[in-house]
């Protein structure tokens, strides 16, 4: 079984209300096969939200107190994402989850890009919170652009 961001399997639950569906996963999800998780919607967040974007640093930096979530307006959200990170963890470890194909460029689960901080729409290197929480756990965390080869080691796995 793999773990899935949850706006990738079909829920809408982004900061403005949508998903980013992949529909290849779909199989893998109705079969029982993936976990969807959200962090920041399991981090209290509403549905829809400001946007944020991690300032100072990444995702590592946010964990060492380097770096905070902030919204556009301001409003310091990092607890939320903390929070969230840790509950995503919980859910993945209670299903055995290994593997986890995550939303690329999000505060929460970007794995090789995120947004720069200043809400310029540039994006820069580097992971979001709950991306770090999980790798620094020992999950194994892949971006959206290898969907294929998480459906390839699935159908190996069955």
């Given at each position: 079984m793999i773990g899935i961001s949850a706006c990738l399997g079909g829920s809408c639950c982004r900061?403005?209300?949508t998903a980013k569906t992949i529909p290849e996963l779909q199989p893998l999800i109705e079969a029982g096969k993936a976990v969807?998780?959200?962090?920041?919607v399991l981090g209290g967040l509403e549905i829809p939200r400001e946007p944020a974007e991690i300032v100072?640093?990444?995702?590592w930096d946010v964990w060492t107190g380097k770096a905070s979530v902030l919204t556009i307006s301001g409003e310091d959200v990092t607890a939320a994402f903390k929070t969230g990170a840790k509950r995503a963890y919980q859910k993945l470890k209670e299903q055995q989850i290994t593997h986890l194909l995550t939303k690329e460029n999000s505060p929460s689960c970007g794995k090789q890009l995120i947004y720069d901080?200043?809400?310029?729409g540039m994006k820069k290197a580097g992971v979001g919170v709950a991306v770090a929480y999980f790798e620094?756990?020992?999950?194994?965390v892949m971006p959206e652009s290898k969907w294929k080869q998480v459906l390839e080691e699935v159908e190996l796995h069955e």
């Open positions: 900061y403005d209300g969807l998780i959200c962090p920041e100072g640093g990444d995702g901080g200043r809400f310029s620094q756990h020992g999950i194994n």
